[in-house]
């Protein structure tokens, strides 16, 4: 803590010292300020329209105030408390506002805070694109609005001290949000789910603030208050990262403001427009003058000439113009005088310069010889590098995919091969701080094409050569994929050691992460529940009726279901599905899957059909619900595969004790009824005796159609008659119910 205020004095030395040299370079005896004006408030330069006090200013929303400490230190202020930093030709820097929300070990609110930031519609500044909106904490949610309904949100969690990586902001301990351009005012808002009461030994506050990106990297630990020093990270924040403010005088378009008394630009000057899309512009000298724009001839020449003393930009002679500059040469000289051009050539002489021709005839062929050495080396390595890939290319069924690609088959052009250097090039050599998850089979990479585009890169450990022709084979089929509900894949690489494929990127993480909170389910109410369910079973159907070759995707579950940015489902993983041709409806195949979610016919008969997807997505569709785990060693024994407990509860007539609490609180009785009973259809033992995806589709679909009062408020006062149906208090995770469960013959699951 003791360094604390010399870190600040630094950083405020820095941006003032910064401030004064790109404002005063090339010369001092150019004039910034209307005469009389001050020109500095401590170590910041204040150039017109700008000005301090009344009277110094374009107009009165330029006007700053120059305030004076008792020790005589000045500070640059908009305002009475806003302080300025730094001033630029298009941008202010100035103090940052931050929130704050503190908790004692029992969740109590300590401290609190909110940051917000207003500016009159008659000033000129508005907040830049270059800040982000940042939340760092480990249990909190805020969200930051402003004008034309403008707001953005940000969940934060963690749950251990080993969750939270230094430099990132991708949900564990920050989060981060780009702000739009053109925003007059900000407001925030701060919750928290537990009050930091899971965390609160290495997490007390969680923190809110709108600030300059490049100015913010999170450092991890030390940010959270791991050593409970709560003033750390909020003077870090005042001390490093500020606020950038655009600016443009009016709110008229430069050729608007042409044709007014006070346009502000002067002679030998040109008109910018703003492009915050709040109308305005900025003035500019014009190429070869320097100076304020704004003032009456504030815009000088500048003296090519007197500012290259050594004559590098003419060969013999300059002669300065104004706005630019000329060469020329001596009497009896040809060219055009400029070093950069053809220079001036001497008048020819007989005598021939034979040791500088020597000398240059010498040094041209050493150089020619080591340029052709390094050639021949780096030759000799790429040819290498180009046998390697192309055995691996070879080895991975290359030369089949060209020949599929070159016979034109129907949706195989949808293919794209991409190349080992491209795909190492986007993950920067596939670097640790780009994993964004790592499987028993392969590691997921975040990656960015040439074109910007971001994918998601998955690098198998290792390939079965013998399954070659299969895997090239449902590559081509998987490619020709495009529902807005399913994770695109749209190529592969075959030029490394194993296969990489490039999928779609998508930001928001799993559902299975958002069911069971570990990043903040706050927005997870019955009705987005019912529709990813919709989204889900669309997509199944979708892949269930492919025209191609119907697919079966052998691992439906919650973590395989990613949400974008919009919390739209996508379907994800198709790493142990399987093709079915036309003309079979089922498959002997080697049992793959996730405990919790397999189905039990398939586990025990090794015969694959769609109706074994049904089954995860009943699993699934019960996990919404309930909001409790597939399977879990906390239950009891009866309890602890959820599709026994559910099917059971149903049979029991005590569903509602396992009901999610805000499921109960936002779902209508009928619509819980039903969703039940098509979670039990879903789940019943027989394959046939389930409805296939397209049924499902169609009844979770009707399920929107139904309205009605919620379950909590129809029986908000029916204490009594809940009493004859339920012998133990509703608990929305279902820890203590006390029932007879019949149970379904599932795969017996032995946690490791």
Same mark, same amino acid.
């Given at each position: 803590?003791?360094?604390?205020?010399?870190?600040?004095?630094?950083?405020?030395?820095?941006?003032?010292?910064?401030?004064?040299?790109?404002?005063?370079?090339?010369?001092?005896?150019?004039?910034?300020?209307?005469?009389?004006?001050?020109?500095?408030?401590?170590?910041?330069?204040?150039?017109?329209?700008?000005?301090?006090?009344?009277?110094?200013?374009?107009?009165?929303?330029?006007?700053?105030?120059?305030?004076?400490?008792?020790?005589?230190?000045?500070?640059?202020?908009?305002?009475?408390?806003?302080?300025?930093?730094?001033?630029?030709?298009?941008?202010?820097?100035?103090?940052?506002?931050?929130?704050?929300?503190?908790?004692?070990?029992?969740?109590?609110?300590?401290?609190?805070?909110?940051?917000?930031?207003?500016?009159?519609?008659?000033?000129?500044?508005?907040?830049?694109?270059?800040?982000?909106?940042?939340?760092?904490?480990?249990?909190?949610?805020?969200?930051?609005?402003?004008?034309?309904?403008?707001?953005?949100?940000?969940?934060?969690?963690?749950?251990?001290?080993?969750?939270?990586?230094?430099?990132?902001?991708?949900?564990?301990?920050?989060?981060?949000?780009?702000?739009?351009?053109?925003?007059?005012?900000?407001?925030?808002?701060?919750?928290?789910?537990?009050?930091?009461?899971?965390?609160?030994?290495?997490?007390?506050?969680?923190?809110?603030?709108?600030?300059?990106?490049?100015?913010?990297?999170?450092?991890?630990?030390?940010?959270?208050?791991?050593?409970? %020093?709560?003033? +750390?990270?909020?003077?870090?924040?005042?001390?490093?990262?500020?606020?950038?403010?655009?600016?443009?005088?009016?709110?008229?378009?430069?050729?608007?403001?042409?044709?007014?008394?006070?346009?502000?630009?002067?002679?030998?000057?040109?008109?910018?427009?703003?492009?915050?899309?709040?109308?305005?512009?900025?003035?500019?000298?014009?190429?070869?003058?320097?100076?304020?724009?704004?003032?009456?001839?504030?815009?000088?020449?500048?003296?090519?000439?007197?500012?290259?003393?050594?004559?590098?930009?003419?060969?013999?002679?300059?002669?300065?113009?104004?706005?630019?500059?000329?060469?020329?040469?001596?009497?009896? +000289?040809?060219?055009?005088?400029?070093?950069?051009?053809?220079?001036?050539?001497?008048?020819?002489?007989?005598?021939?310069?034979?040791?500088?021709?020597?000398?240059?005839?010498?040094?041209?062929?050493?150089?020619?010889?080591?340029?052709?050495?390094?050639?021949?080396?780096?030759?000799?390595?790429?040819?290498?590098?180009?046998?390697?890939?192309?055995?691996?290319?070879?080895?991975?069924?290359?030369?089949?995919?060209?020949?599929?690609?070159?016979?034109?088959?129907?949706?195989?052009?949808?293919?794209?091969?991409?190349?080992?250097?491209?795909?190492?090039?986007?993950?920067?050599?596939?670097?640790?701080?780009?994993?964004?998850?790592?499987?028993?089979?392969?590691?997921?990479?975040?990656?960015?094409?040439?074109?910007?585009?971001?994918?998601?890169?998955?690098?198998?450990?290792?390939?079965?050569?013998?399954?070659?022709?299969?895997?090239?084979?449902?590559?081509?089929?998987?490619?020709?994929?495009?529902?807005?509900?399913?994770?695109?894949?749209?190529?592969?690489?075959?030029?490394?050691?194993?296969?990489?494929?490039?999928?779609?990127?998508?930001?928001?993480?799993?559902?299975?992460?958002?069911?069971?909170?570990?990043?903040?389910?706050?927005?997870? %109410?019955?009705?987005?529940?019912?529709?990813?369910?919709?989204?889900?079973?669309?997509?199944?159907?979708?892949?269930?009726?492919?025209?191609?070759?119907?697919?079966?995707?052998?691992?439906?579950?919650?973590?395989?279901?990613?949400?974008?940015?919009?919390?739209?489902?996508?379907?994800?993983?198709?790493?142990?599905?399987?093709?079915?041709?036309?003309?079979?409806?089922?498959?002997?195949?080697?049992?793959?899957?996730?405990?919790?979610?397999?189905?039990?016919?398939?586990?025990?008969?090794?015969?694959?059909?769609?109706?074994?997807?049904?089954?995860?997505?009943?699993?699934?569709?019960?996990?919404?619900?309930?909001?409790?785990?597939?399977?879990?060693?906390?239950?009891?024994?009866?309890?602890? %595969?959820?599709?026994?407990?559910?099917?059971?509860?149903?049979?029991?007539?005590?569903?509602?004790?396992?009901?999610?609490?805000?499921?109960?609180?936002?779902?209508?009785?009928?619509?819980?009824?039903?969703?039940?009973?098509?979670?039990?259809?879903?789940?019943?033992?027989?394959?046939?005796?389930?409805?296939?995806?397209?049924?499902?589709?169609?009844?979770?679909?009707?399920?929107?159609?139904?309205?009605?009062?919620?379950?909590?408020?129809?029986?908000?006062?029916?204490?009594?008659?809940?009493?004859?149906?339920?012998?133990?208090?509703?608990?929305?995770?279902?820890?203590?119910?006390?029932?007879?469960?019949?149970?379904?013959?599932?795969?017996?699951?032995?946690?490791?």
């Amino acid at each position: 803590m003791s360094l604390l205020p010399y870190l600040i004095a630094c950083h405020v030395l820095i941006l003032t010292l910064a401030t004064a040299q790109n404002s005063t370079t090339n010369s001092t005896s150019i004039t910034i300020t209307k005469p009389g004006c001050p020109k500095q408030c401590g170590n910041v330069t204040v150039p017109y329209p700008f000005g301090i006090g009344s009277g110094c200013a374009f107009d009165s929303g330029f006007e700053l105030n120059c305030s004076t400490s008792d020790d005589g230190s000045q500070k640059l202020l908009i305002g009475s408390n806003i302080v300025v930093y730094n001033i630029s030709d298009a941008e202010f820097r100035i103090s940052n506002s931050i929130g704050w929300g503190c908790y004692n070990s029992s969740g109590a609110v300590l401290d609190e805070s909110l940051a917000w930031t207003t500016f009159l519609e008659t000033t000129p500044y508005s907040f830049s694109a270059r800040n982000r909106f940042t939340l760092v904490g480990c249990d909190d949610y805020a969200s930051i609005t402003g004008p034309n309904n403008f707001e953005y949100g940000c969940n934060v969690s963690c749950t251990s001290r080993g969750d939270v990586i230094e430099g990132e902001c991708m949900g564990k301990g920050c989060c981060q949000k780009q702000i739009p351009k053109g925003l007059k005012y900000y407001n925030t808002t701060m919750s928290s789910t537990q009050n930091h009461t899971d965390v609160w030994s290495f997490n007390s506050c969680g923190y809110a603030f709108l600030g300059e990106a490049d100015h913010f990297r999170f450092q991890g630990l030390p940010d959270l208050g791991d050593d409970l %020093n709560v003033n +750390y990270f909020y003077e870090r924040i005042k001390a490093s990262v500020p606020i950038v403010l655009d600016w443009a005088i009016g709110s008229l378009t430069c050729t608007q403001a042409l044709k007014i008394e006070n346009y502000a630009c002067s002679a030998n000057s040109y008109c910018i427009d703003s492009d915050t899309g709040l109308g305005g512009y900025r003035c500019s000298c014009n190429t070869g003058y320097q100076g304020n724009p704004y003032l009456n001839q504030g815009c000088k020449d500048v003296d090519e000439c007197a500012d290259h003393p050594n004559n590098s930009l003419c060969e013999k002679m300059c002669i300065n113009t104004p706005g630019s500059y000329n060469c020329s040469c001596p009497q009896g +000289y040809t060219g055009d005088g400029k070093k950069d051009g053809r220079g001036c050539i001497a008048p020819y002489h007989d005598e021939f310069p034979w040791i500088k021709y020597s000398a240059g005839i010498g040094a041209g062929a050493f150089i020619f010889l080591l340029v052709g050495i390094i050639w021949f080396c780096f030759r000799i390595r790429e040819r290498k590098l180009i046998e390697v890939r192309e055995k691996f290319f070879q080895q991975n069924g290359g030369l089949l995919l060209k020949h599929r690609i070159s016979t034109n088959d129907r949706g195989v052009k949808a293919t794209k091969v991409f190349t080992a250097e491209e795909l190492k090039k986007a993950t920067n050599n596939y670097a640790n701080d780009k994993i964004l998850g790592r499987g028993g089979h392969a590691i997921v990479y975040r990656g960015v094409l040439s074109d910007n585009h971001i994918v998601a890169i998955k690098k198998y450990r290792i390939v079965d050569e013998s399954q070659i022709e299969q895997f090239i084979n449902e590559v081509l089929i998987l490619t020709q994929i495009n529902h807005r509900n399913v994770v695109r894949l749209f190529g592969c690489c075959l030029e490394d050691e194993v296969p990489l494929l490039v999928y779609e990127y998508v930001s928001e993480g799993t559902l299975y992460e958002h069911i069971h909170n570990q990043r903040g389910g706050g927005w997870l %109410n019955w009705q987005n529940r019912l529709r990813i369910a919709i989204e889900t079973a669309t997509a199944l159907a979708y892949l269930h009726s492919f025209a191609s070759m119907p697919i079966i995707h052998r691992d439906v579950k919650s973590s395989n279901i990613l949400l974008d940015e919009f919390s739209t489902a996508k379907v994800a993983d198709f790493g142990a599905s399987r093709l079915i041709p036309l003309d079979q409806t089922r498959v002997a195949t080697l049992v793959q899957g996730t405990f919790g979610y397999l189905d039990p016919e398939y586990f025990f008969k090794s015969q694959l059909t769609d109706k074994s997807d049904v089954y995860s997505f009943g699993v699934v569709l019960a996990e919404l619900l309930t909001g409790l785990k597939p399977v879990s060693g906390d239950r009891n024994d009866e309890q602890k %595969n959820l599709a026994d407990y559910f099917v059971s509860s149903v049979d029991n007539n005590s569903l509602f004790q396992i009901l999610d609490r805000r499921v109960l609180r936002e779902g209508n009785l009928e619509q819980l009824q039903q969703m039940a009973e098509l979670v039990k259809n879903c789940l019943q033992l027989h394959g046939e005796d389930r409805p296939t995806m397209k049924e499902v589709t169609i009844q979770l679909e009707g399920l929107r159609k139904v309205t009605g009062v919620s379950w909590s408020n129809q029986h908000l006062h029916e204490e009594n008659d809940l009493s004859d149906l339920y012998t133990v208090p509703i608990d929305a995770y279902g820890k203590n119910p006390n029932s007879d469960s019949s149970r379904i013959m599932h795969p017996a699951y032995n946690p490791s």
